[in-house]
């Protein structure tokens, strides 16, 4: 939808003109899945794909939000001074939680708004859509209360608002990369750390083309949260077993070291993940390297090898994405594929040759269809900036 007819819908909402229009990007994790809980690297993309906000600002404390992607839910409201958790407000939770979250930290939230928002990614579909809203709200609030925070501490903020409003373990990568994405760059992100660095996304002919298996994400929250723990309880293990160093987090352990010391883990699955962790480190530093030089096929080898380990090892898969993924691994000028996000659901990406896109979606599309009964959907991502005011 243009800004003009959101704004134009503003006006029908609430009667009087808006004064600002933000976006917020979503994001797709080239490689580095399951490891910025575990201190590792990541290198996302944030995607031009993403959640607009048309704003106004109020005089009193009230804030009134409505979605058009959820319209039937009419305009919900809160109080800045009465924030507490709501279910029955649905999405608005997550930009409650972030303005909360700022009250808690000790920044003023003066005055409400008028609000509208809009999203053109898939919900809950693993590109991110919450981290979205967060970021969004956490920028606007930024710019009308002149807080004068980085986009690395807006980061921070809206992954402490998912993790203790909203009750959502996540680790840093979603918001990072919303917030601090640049056009035409991936984001290297030490996720120990928090250092960074913009790596130029020099695919050349190739397009990451997003598919979404459309499969809804079931077992996410509980499934995660147990991955966390499997992997906490692999650190504290090898940690102890590892004499030469202090190890601050998983991914801190080389691929070799990990071998010198993994007889110690108790369980194959805690051995799996921990197996998972820390050779997904190494792929992506390994990713990072090839998309530097131009390898585009070492980095699409990385991604089908990220992809075998999220599913056999750190089983976050499923059948549909791993029949995208199958399917993808046969076909002319793809050169990579593997799952992005949490899993169990949701999105694949693949590296594909731009001439070879469109027979790409009717190929996977067609077979997908035949073996699942469910459509695939397909979006060819441009790499676009972080959260910032359009208008
Ligand atoms: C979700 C979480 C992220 C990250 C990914 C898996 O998107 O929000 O923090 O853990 O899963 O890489």
Known sequence: MLIQELKKRFETVYGAESE???FSPGRVNLIGEHIDY?????LPVAINLGTYAVIKKRSDQRVNVISLN??????MSFELDKIMYDASLDWVNYPMGVLYTMQQ????TPFGFDMLFYGDLPNGAGLSSSASIEVLMATIANTYYELSLDGVALSKLCQKSENQFNGVNCGIMDQFSIAMGKEEHAVLLNCDTLAYKYVPAN???YRIVIVNTNKKRGLVDSEYNLRRQECETAFVVLQSAFKNRKITSLCDLT???FLTVSEAL???SVYKRAYHAIVENHRTIKSKEALSDGNLVALGEWMYGSHESLSNYFEVSCKELDLVVKLSRKLRGVLGARMTGAGFGGCAIALVHKSHCDAYQQAIGEQYKIETGLEAAFYIAQISGGTARVE
């Open 70 to 75: 959820f319209e039937g839910l009419g305009v």
């Open 266 to 268: 108790p369980t194959e």
């Open 20 to 22: 600002g229009v933000f």
């Open 255 to 257: 691929p070799s070291e």
């Open 38 to 42: 575990n201190g590792g690297m990541v």
């Open 105 to 108: 930290e000790g920044y003023q």
């Open 203 to 205: 695919l050349g002919d």
